[in-house]
C-alpha cells in the first residue's frame, strides 16, 4: 500500500487516500510506541527512531520537553553566511533568493547535522519513507524531509511527511519554493485538531508564517481537507484566536481512528449559518468547518461561522482561478509551433519579393507585416511566461526544464527578436537597443544557449555548410547592424572621428568573424537589406580587406550560401 502512496503528485488527492488507509494508524502507531526492540537515537535536544516495516520505513521525531521554541525567523542567507549552513541552497530561485525559517527548529537540525546525514545515509533504501512528529518533533520532521527533497529525482520514491500537531517552521517565501513543484509539495500532510492548546503557544504571530503542503483539519466527529496557504492560515489565525475552545491537549489516536473510518463528515446541521444567498461552494465549506470545528458539541464565541466560510470561499476561489491560470509549456506548446510556421511563411514571402524579412517588417509596406503582428504577440508572451516560469523553480528542477525547451526558445530567439529590434530603430530617435530596449528574457535564452554550449563542451568552429534557410545565430546582429548605419551618419559629418573608426571597425570584425562560421542569414546580402546599405556607406572606409575582399565579388555570396566559400 505504501508504494501507491508516493506517486500522488497532488497532496488534496493523497490525503484521501492516506486517511482512509492504514498508513495514518500506522504512523500515529510509530509515533505513540514505546517498543523496546525500537532503539530511539539521541542527539542535542533531539531524539529519533526508525521502525521498519516489510513495505515501509517510519523515521520518527521526538524533542525534549524542556525545548523552549522562539519565534524568531532567521533567513536563510543568515544561516548560510553565519552557520556555514547551505543545504537549503537548492530551494532558492533568481525569484525567491532565500526565505526564513523558525530558528528554534532549524537550530535543532544544525547542532545534529551530522548525526542526520548518517540517517539519511541508512534510509535511502527502496522502501517507501514516511517522516513525522508530534508537535515542535513535527516541525523538526518537516524540516528533515525538505533536506530529503534535494536528492529527490523522478525516478526516486518520494517520503511522506505526516505531522500531528506541528507548528509551521517557515514564511511565505518558503512555501512559495516548495510549492513551485507539485512534487514536491505533495509531500507533506499535517493533521491539525482546532483545539490544539500546543498551536496557541508556539504561533503568537502566525502571520510571519506560512503553511504548505496539505492540511487535515479534524475534531472528534469529523475532518476538513485543504491545500490553498491562504485558506489554512486562516483557519490557523482563527482558531488560535478563538479562546472558547480552551486549552486542550487532543488525542490524536482517536483523531485518526475517526478519519480512518470517515474522511469527511457529512451529517451536521450547519447551526449559526445563514444559507439564503449560499452558493455550493460556500455550503460544502461551511459543512467542513462544523466538521472539523465540532460545531456539535459547543458554539465558539468568537469565530463567526458564516464569515469564515466566505472568506474561505473567496479564498478558494482565487486559488482555483490561479491553478487554472498556471503557465503550462507544454500545453501551449502547439499553438506556438503554428505561430513560429507562420514567421517561415512570412519569411520565405519576403525573399521572394528580394527583401529580408526583417527589413520588409520594418518598412511595413504590405498587409503581411500587419497579419504577422499576433503571432509575434503571442510568441513574445508565451517565451516571457516560460522564462519566469524556469526562474521560479529550484535550481536542479529549473536546469532540466530549460534544457528541454532550449532549442525551441533559441528558434524563437532568433526568428522574432529581430522584428522588435526593427521596431525600435523604426522610431528613428532610438539608440543602444542592447542595452536599453531588450526584454530580459531574449538574454536569458541567450544565456541558456551559451551555458548549455560550454557544459557540452561542443564549438562550431569553421564548420560550412549550407546555409540557405537558416535564421541569423545572434539575434542582436540586426541591433549592432542599426547601430552602426548610425555611426556612418557621424563619420559622414566629422569627417574624422577616431572613436567611430574604431566602433565601425569592430562592428566590420564582428561581421566577418559570424560569416566566418556561417552563423549569419544570407538574407543579408539581398538588394533592398539593411546591411547591404551599411556597406554601401561603409565600404570606402572598411579597415578589414578580408571582408572588402568577400563583398566586392557578388558571387562569394552564393558560395557562402551554398557552403562552399572559403574565408582565409
Known sequence: ???????????????????????????????????????????????????????????????????????KLVSSSYLKENNNFHRFEFLCTKKIPEFSVNESAVSLVIDNLEKLD????????????????????????SLFTVL???????????PLCITFGSPLVGDKRLQQAISRSSTWSS??????????????????????????????????TGSSCFENPESVLELLVSSINDQSQGF????????????????????????????THSTSLNASIGLQLCAALDMQKQQHQNIDITALATKLEELENKFMSQKKEKFDPSKKLNIMKIDMANFELYKKLCKSQGIGYYDCFKKEASTDDQDVIPSQKRLRNYW???????????????????????????????????????????????KDYEAKGRSRHYAVLEKWLEEDKKQKADSNGNTRKNVESILTF??????????????????????????????????????????????????????????????????????NHRLASFMNNPQHFDQYTEGTYFFP
Open 1 to 71: 500500500m505504501g508504494c501507491y502512496l508516493l506517486t500522488f503528485n497532488s497532496g488534496i488527492v493523497q490525503a484521501p487516500f492516506v486517511t482512509s488507509s492504514s498508513l495514518l494508524s500506522k504512523t500515529w502507531d510509530a509515533i505513540s510506541s514505546r517498543d523496546e526492540d525500537v532503539v530511539p537515537h539521541g542527539g542535542r535536544g533531539l531524539f529519533w527512531k526508525v521502525r521498519e516495516e516489510s513495505d515501509l520505513t517510519i523515521v520518527v521525531f521526538e524533542v525534549r520537553n524542556d525545548f523552549d521554541p522562539q519565534q
Open 118 to 141: 548518517e540517517l539519511k545515509s541508512k534510509i535511502n533504501s527502496s522502501h517507501p519513507l514516511i517522516v513525522t512528529g508530534h508537535g515542535v518533533g513535527g516541525a523538526i520532521a
Open 148 to 158: 530529503l527533497l534535494d536528492s529527490i529525482g523522478s525516478g526516486k520514491k518520494r
Open 187 to 220: 509531500c507533506f500532510l499535517h493533521v491539525v485538531s482546532c483545539k490544539d492548546s500546543l498551536l496557541k503557544k508556539l504561533n503568537p504571530h502566525p502571520s510571519a508564517y506560512m503553511p504548505f503542503g496539505t492540511f487535515i483539519f479534524c475534531s472528534d
Open 248 to 275: 486542550e491537549v487532543p488525542d490524536y489516536g482517536k483523531l485518526v481512528q475517526n478519519l480512518n473510518r470517515k474522511a469527511i463528515c457529512r451529517d451536521f446541521n450547519l447551526q449559526g449559518m445563514n444559507l
Open 384 to 430: 516571457s511566461d516560460m522564462v519566469e516560469e524556469a526562474e521560479m523553480k529550484p535550481q536542479t528542477e529549473a536546469a532540466a526544464f530549460r534544457t528541454r525547451w532550449l532549442f525551441a526558445g533559441t528558434n524563437y530567439r532568433r526568428m522574432v527578436e529581430p522584428l522588435y529590434i526593427a521596431e525600435y530603430y523604426a522610431k528613428g530617435l532610438c
Open 474 to 543: 545572434d539575434s542582436c546582429f540586426w541591433a549592432k547592424l542599426e547601430e552602426a548605419l548610425l555611426l556612418c551618419g557621424q563619420l559622414e559629418n566629422l569627417k574624422e572621428n577616431k572613436e567611430v573608426e574604431g566602433k565601425l571597425l569592430e562592428f566590420e570584425k564582428y561581421v566577418y568573424e559570424s560569416l566566418k562560421r556561417y552563423e549569419v542569414s544570407p538574407e543579408i546580402f539581398l538588394k533592398g537589406s539593411s546591411y547591404m546599405s551599411w556597406w554601401n556607406k561603409y565600404k570606402g572606409s572598411a579597415g
